[in-house]
């Protein structure tokens, strides 16, 4: 924004204080409301990367035993081929603990949608 490319601290000074009175004379400050809202939507964010960890695992199980339906593997079909996969003892049990999980997550994230409501008419506060 400054013309010259000499610059100086007093320069500067003046320009960030010119800056200030003209351009950025307020400035949003988010409720506690809308903190509140924030954490909800970054919880239930982490919580839909856990989830698709958990697709994926499972996704690489089913593709390890020669399953592969891509999206069609997530309908109730697909999960009782899942089930069915004839794994040893340790993939087995990784397998029962991902869908568990995944189904843990699925319930939360549900749970999370439902509690989010956003008020029709937000106030916003200015500090001057």
């Known amino acids: 924004m400054v013309v010259r490319r000499q610059k100086t601290d007093s320069r500067d000074a003046n320009h960030l204080l010119d800056l200030m009175?003209?351009?950025?004379?307020e400035i949003w400050v988010p409720t506690p409301a809308d903190n509140d809202l924030r954490q909800?939507?970054?919880?239930?964010?982490?919580?839909?990367?856990?989830?698709a960890s958990a697709k994926n695992q499972l996704h690489a199980l089913a593709m390890g035993q020669g399953?592969?339906?891509k999206s069609k593997l997530w309908n109730a079909k697909g999960r009782k081929e899942i089930e069915s996969l004839a794994l040893d003892h340790w993939?087995?049990?990784?397998r029962d603990e991902l869908l568990c999980m995944l189904?843990?997550?699925?319930?939360?994230?549900e749970q999370?949608?439902?509690r989010w409501r956003r008020p029709a008419m937000?106030?916003?506060?200015f500090v001057a």
């Open 21 to 25: 009175n003209d351009r950025f004379h």
């Open 40 to 51: 909800l939507l970054w919880h239930r964010q982490k919580l839909v990367w856990l989830r």
């Open 67 to 69: 399953v592969c339906r």
């Open 91 to 94: 993939a087995g049990r990784r």
């Open 103 to 109: 189904d843990d997550l699925d319930r939360s994230i």
């Open 112 to 114: 999370l949608i439902g």
């Open 122 to 125: 937000v106030e916003k506060t």
